[in-house]
Each structure stands twice: as C-alpha cells, then as structure tokens.
C-alpha cells in the first residue's frame, strides 16, 4: 500500500517534505476532496515495495537524525513529487551543529495531545479526520513560504492534504488555528525554518538518561524497536494521552494478555479529552470502563505495520503481528472507519 | 596574629605562631577556596598551609601538571580532578581528546604513595589505569569516578582483588565496557570495610550470593546502590544485612507476578531508621511503591529520576515524604505531579525534573510552566533547579523568581532551541532577566529559548555572583557575549554553543580570561585569526580549537576552548586539537 502520507513520528519514513505554496496545496486538496480510500499519495500504484524502500533509507536516518518530517506528497497521480533525496538534506542537517549560526530551529508547537491527532490523520485515508481538533495548521499560516529543503513542520501544517474534506475544512481550520495559535510555536523570524532534525548533544541530557522510558527485562540492552531476540519495544499512543509509553510486545503472547496490559498502562487517562495547552484530562476513567470502552464501539487498538499502514490489531496471527508491528495507538472508533475493510483486502493480498 | 611589626618596622620572633600549631590550626580548613586564599596571606602560611593540606581539588586537569602539584603539596591524602569540558556529556568533545589519568597516577605513586582517595570526573580512565591504581597504592580507600570514559569492568575487577582497605566504590554514569558482574566477586572475603558501594549504572548482573555476603560482613556499610538487575526480594534480603544504610538504591521495583503479595515486601523497610536518601526504583508501579512508605518519612534525597511515575502515583508517595529537601523526578509526573510536589513538600530545597524522552520530538507534554509555577508557591527555599519543558513563559518566570527568591542554581531548558514564551511569541529575555534581578545569591544559571541580547545585558547587569553560565542557541550579536564578560566579576566558567558570538566577543575578554577556569565556544562565528590573537596576547592562557576539517587561515574555529594555565601547552594533545 501507499506509503505514509505524513510521518510525523520519524519511526521510518524520514522523507522530505515537499512544502509548496499554499495555493497549490489547496487545488490539489480540492481535487482529492472526494477519496477517500485512494492513495493520492502520487506514487500512483504506490506498491509495498515502494514504501519499504522509503522505510529502509529512513531506518537509516532515523538513527542518525530522527528526521520526523513531515512528508507531504503533493504530486497528482502519476507524478512523484521531487525532493525526494532524503540523504542530501539529512546528512547536511546532521553538521549543521557544526555551523555557526543558527542551527536548525523546528517550528515547533507546543501542543500536546494535539500530536496524537496528527499522527491518526497522517495516516491516511478512511480515518474520518481530526481536524475538528483544531490543532491543524494549514500550510498557509505563514511559515511555508520558504522553500528550504529540510522544511519539515511537524505541526499539523502540513498534514491537511491527507484529510478527506479537506477544503470543506479549510476556513475553520484557519480559525481554529488561530484559536489554538497561542499554542503554536511560530517560528521565530530572524531563524530560518529549519528541519527539526536532532541537533548533536541537544536538550543536554546525558546519553544514560536517553531510555528511560523502556520497561526492560533484566538482560537485555533495550534497543528502540528493533526487532530482535531481544526485547521489542513500540510505542503506543493514545488519543487525549499527555504522552506515549512504550511496550514490550515479546512479553506477550496472545492478543488479550497485550489488550489487558494496555487497558492498566493507560487507565489512568481520560479519554479523548485534553485542554487546549495540552495538560492531562481528569482522570477519572477507572479500569473497567476503560476495557468496555475499549472493547465497545469507542476506542480501538489500532497498529502501524511496517509498511505504514494502520490495522486493526486482532487480524493476523499474533506472530505475524509482532514481526509487523511498528507501533500501536489506541484510537477512536470514528478514526477508525475503514481500517478494517484494508486489513481484509492487505491480507487478501499477501495471501 | 602570626606576626608582629614592631616600631622599627621588623617583624619580631617571638611572636610568630611555631609552624606546628599553624599546621594543626590550618588543618582544620576543608573549603579548597579559603586554603587558597589563606596560602596568599604570607610566606609561613603558605608553608603552613601546603603542609597540612590533605585534599587538592584540580577543577581542571590541565590547569596544571602532576608535578607542580606534588611539588607544592607534599601530603596529599585525597585527590579531586576533572578533566574533560562538561559539553563532552553531550557529546560535543570527540573521544580521545584526552584527560588522562595515568599522567597523574604516575606522578602521585612516587609523590604520594599513601595516597586514599580518588574522585574523578570526566577523565578518561583506562583498565591499565585502574590496576595501576589498585596495586601501586597499598593504603587506597576511595574511588570515584562520574562520567570517565575508557574503561571496562576489567578495571573494577583489579580494584575490588587488590584494594584491601577499600572503603568506597562509587561507579556513576560513566562510558563503561560493561563485560559482566564478574567484578563483583573479586571482593575477597577478607574484605570487610567497605562503607560505600555503588554500581546502580552498571547493566550487568553481579552474583547475588557474592553481593549479599559482602554485605552481610561490611558492617560499615553505609551506602548502598545496585543496579537494576537486583530484584525486590533480592533487595529485601540485603536490608536485612545492613539496616544501618543512610543511603539506599534500589534495583528494579518491580516483580513479574504482578499479582505477588505486597505484604512480602511490606516490611523490608521498616529497620531502616537511618535511611536519608533513596533512589533506584526502576520500573515502580504503584503496586509495589506503598513498600518504601515506612521510609519515607526520614528521607531528605529522593531520587526517582529512573521512575516513570505518574502524577497520582508521585502524589501518593509524596504525602509521605514531608521532610525532603531535595527532589529529582522525571517529567512523566507531569504538572499534577508538580502540583504534589508543591503541597507536599514545603521544606524542598532541590529540584531536578528530567525528561523522560528527550529526544523523542513526538512526545510534546510532559512539563510546562504551570507545574514549575506550583512548585515555586509551595517550596520557597527553592535554591537549585534543573528544569527541562517543552514550553515556558516570561510571566511564569517572573512569578517563580518572586516566589523563591534564593535561587542559587537555575537551570532552565526548553528543549525545542530558540522557543519563545509560546503565550505571548517574545523571547525569553524578561524571564531571565526577572531572574537575575529578583535572586542576587545566582552562582549558576543556564539558559533556553529564544533569546536576544538584552537577556546577556541584564545578566551582565544584575548577576554579580554568577560563576557558571550555559548558554545554547541564544543572542543576537557580539554584544551579548560582551555584556557577560564585563559584567559578571565572579564568572568562572562559560560555555556557549551555537551562538552568533565572533571574535569581538571572544576578544572582548582578553583580560578576563584568567580569572576564570575556562571559556567553551562551540559553532560560534569565531576564526582561527581572533583565537590566534588570544593566544599570543596571553601565553598563561590555552588557546585550543577543535578543528573537524582542515582549513585557511582565516576559517572558522568551530570548537574552542580556552582555560588559564600554569602548565603549559598541553603535550598530549590529540591531531584534532590544535593549541595556538
């Protein structure tokens, strides 16, 4: 399948975004309104194979840079959008520490949850899209206008495209980022927007402190999400969720033994709720109502394999889930839509 | 008092302290700074004084050489020494730079052969080093080392087999080979003094029979941190040995049977009377974290920097702990966290929230103004900070400088470079201005986001006992540099990276440079001529450049460090460093 239209994440796909002025983004946004299950990514019959091959030179980078662009495939069917030579940009950003001046100053937002958001309508057709969260930034605010190469936005700015009713959007997308402008970081103006790329020794945290977060048997190293013998750490989101955690899959071994230790992992959170700078919804939502909504219509468990594509997780045998599994997020049903008919038909064509 | 001028103006004899007593007298001073200041009072007190001296602290190693050292201090007991500039934390200094401890080691195996202590940080320390050390010097006692490099477990093996009077093994965050816990067994039976051990960073399981036995005949024990491996009933098995500890780290928190009794482990804590500082409890949940309440309510450190705690999990403990002094936390705590933190802990002194993916750009929570804001009501002696955020405010600094006035130690960072306040889109000068002006005890301050010239003014302006400034991606022109330097008489350290500082800035400081420890610029607008001027302008003075690549003369000088000097250029310098 198509490879993912917005990474925003950098666990793979650390393409270039291709920022173009924002009139064109609109008339392309236009002439994809209508599809919904497309791939209007451009790379027309956008097989796997492509979208591994993207994989494999962001794997690369990513554990040079962590290069979370923002990939935004603009091109009509049939045409590949250019700048797609992540080497060049990603190997001068990483001296860019080296050169005097400003370095690379992501234009970044300060939202929080808002991020979860992204990350669902990245992804994507048949996700009914999050805009209404309002955290969306249309290319259009200002900051795109340059060209630079590594102009990544990993603020929803650059997401847009992907949404299905995008232009139906678009006014009170402008207002809403407006509303929700204080929460954006503009990009400061005597900096140019640059690539939020990882810049060597920044924020200065010393490297044992990096990996913190991963829960970790007692002789392994914990390496981020490598497959191995070893322990195979994704992260999992959620919607309305302050931050991500991270989980062992191997230390599972059937669908309900990871169900049931998410249901505890994240009972602490309200669901789908979070204040506008991004501080943690009440939480009040006890376990058990956090598995009924989860096994309810609310909330599903959803997955990125390794081709970028979100699944419903509970589809293929939990082997073949495991070697796929990039990362998991716990979504809402409505994002959801669609999901499961492309898990059938992937499967169908695998098999 | 030592000695009297007499009418004709010369100095009388009986009147002079016998060098002994001014010995003894001497001896009584710890603080390196006063010894210091009591060895340029006069000829017989600086005699005096480098007689009974037993500690030298060297807060760089190439300040001076081995030799002077042991020239001067002819008694030495107890050596501190750091080497490396601290941005090598960050990665920012390649390896073999240098910061050799064999040099030292070397020189002090004939100087000082009853040498004890050693404490390290940021040297590059080699096995050859540590078997050098364990088997030249037969009284040693203490060893330290924090963020060294070069070394493996090999190392701690020849210290454990030889020292026999060992007393302390503090292995802290160090860029170790970690090859296995065999190390751990070296400890012979005979070794029973051992009064600190800590080997919390260290990945590899040690064997619990031997660390269990060694602590079952230390009965000096006193401080005590394992590493992640030791499991609770582990844990709880060597507390029973040593009840005694002030300073406990745990292993990991956590038990795979989740459903395993708590009631177990409940009392594994409860003959701890002494315990002051707790840390460790890797992977805690709030299953097992109610273990450690009977603890608490004597505990002054807390240090759950390497627990993912949540805001009701931190609040719960927290109720707890009404006496803590100093805190570190991560920042899954978030601002409810905080919020605990502030009612709970009124007599708080120290605070450090680290991030707990800091270079995961997807995660934006964690910390923001609001909970520093919380903390600041309800801890008023706050004095020393570390704060990493993804957002800040002017008038949330504002307010936190109000509300804790005695800050003496404020580290801020906004992690995304060059942010500003994210409310109102200003840079972030008031916020540090407000600092600077509100807490006049200020000795350390680093600073974050974005930032123009006139923060360095009013720091220049208001910080009159700043001694250390870190400064990232901050500042508009050379006038910002320039304003720090003329301004901050206390300065002693200054460590800039990228930054748009050039050579006015650097040279602007000529005079200063050698009243102060050191001066790091890195990715700056410095050239290889301004840093050649500093040089030959001032020979007491290492003028050294990084250089990635070779250059023309006038190119820029991408990394330099400059530091005062009594011992020369340095003769170890690796091809990469160039000394003008």
Known sequence: MSPPLLDVEGDGQGNVSLMTSASSMESIFQKNAGLTERNYLGLSDCSSVDSSAVSGISDVKRNNLNLKATELRLGLPGSQSPERDPDADLASSESLDEKPLFPLLPSKDGICSGSQKIFVSGNKRGFSDTIDEGKWMFGSSGTDSDTSNVNVKISPGAQPAMIKDATSKVAPQEKTHATFGTNLNKVNASNPPAAKAQVVGWPPVRSFRKNILATNSKTNDEVDGKPGPGALFVKVSMDGAPYLRKVDLRSYTTYQQLSSALEKMFSCFTLGQCGSQGAPGRESLSESKLRDLLHGSEYVLTYEDKDGDWMLVGDVPWDMFIGSCKRLKIMKGSDAIGLAPRAMEKSKNRN | ?????????????????????????????????????????????????????????????????????????????????????????????????????????????????????????????????????????????????????????????????????????????????????????????????????????????????????????????????????????????????????????????????????????????????????????????????????????????????????????????????????????????????????????????????????????????????????????????????????????????????????????????????????????????????AIVKTCTKLQRLAISGLLTDRTFEYIGKYAKNLETLSVAFAGSSDLGMEYVLQGCQKLRKLEIRDCPFGNAALLSGLTKYESMRSLWMSACNVTMNACRVLAKERPRLNVEVMRDEEGGDDSQAHKVYVYRTVAGPRRDAPPFVLTL
């Open chain 2, 1 to 433: 008092m030592v000695d009297r001028v007499d009418s004709a103006g010369e100095w009388t004899q009986s009147s002079r302290f016998p060098d002994e007593v001014l010995e003894r007298v001497l001896a009584l001073i710890d603080s390196h700074k006063d010894r210091s200041s009591v060895s340029l009072v006069c000829k017989d007190w600086y005699n005096a004084e480098r007689w009974s001296r037993r500690h030298v602290f060297i807060g760089n190693c190439y300040s001076v050489s081995p030799e002077i050292v042991a020239a001067r201090f002819p008694r030495i007991r107890s050596v501190t020494l750091k080497g490396k500039p601290r941005f090598s934390d960050f990665n920012l200094v390649p390896e073999d730079w240098g910061a050799d401890v064999q040099p030292w080691l070397s020189a002090f195996s004939t100087a000082y052969p009853f040498l004890e202590e050693l404490r390290l940080k940021r040297m590059a320390v080699s096995d050859e080093s540590l078997e050098f050390l364990a088997t030249k010097f037969h009284g040693f006692k203490a060893l330290s080392l924090l963020s060294c490099d070069g070394f493996s477990t090999d190392g701690l093996k020849a210290i454990a087999t030889h020292c026999k009077k060992l007393t302390e093994l503090d292995i802290q965050e160090n860029g170790i080979d970690d090859l296995g816990g065999h190390w751990l067994s070296c400890f012979p039976e005979s070794l029973t003094s051992l009064e600190i051990l800590n080997f919390a960073s260290l990945n590899s399981e040690v064997s619990f029979d031997a660390l269990e036995k060694l602590v079952a005949r230390c009965k000096s024990l006193r401080v005590l941190k394992v590493n992640r491996n030791i499991s609770l009933d582990q844990l709880q098995k060597l507390l029973s040995h040593c009840p005694q500890l002030t300073e406990l780290g745990t292993g990991t928190f956590m038990q795979e049977l989740i459903s395993g009794p708590v009631a177990e482990f409940k009392n594994m804590f409860s003959n701890c009377r002494n315990l002051i500082t707790l840390s460790g409890l890797w992977d805690a949940t709030p299953f097992y974290l109610p273990v450690i309440y009977p603890a608490c309510a004597s505990l002054t450190f807390l240090n759950l920097s390497y627990a993912t705690l949540r805001s009701d999990e931190l609040a719960n403990l927290l109720s707890h702990c009404k006496t803590l002094r100093r805190l570190w936390l991560l920042d899954t705590v978030g601002d409810k966290g905080l919020e605990a933190v502030g009612s709970c802990c009124p007599l708080l002194e120290e605070l450090r929230v680290f991030p707990a993916d800091p270079f995961d750009q997807e995660i934006l929570l964690g910390v923001t103004e609001s909970g520093f804001v919380s903390v600041s009501r309800g801890c008023p002696k706050l004095r020393y900070v570390l704060y990493f955020c993804r957002q800040m405010t002017n008038a949330a600094v504002a307010t936190i400088a109000r509300n804790c006035p005695d800050f003496t130690h404020f580290r801020l960072c906004i992690m995304n470079p060059g942010q500003p306040d994210y409310l109102t889109k200003e840079p972030m000068d008031e916020a540090f201005g």
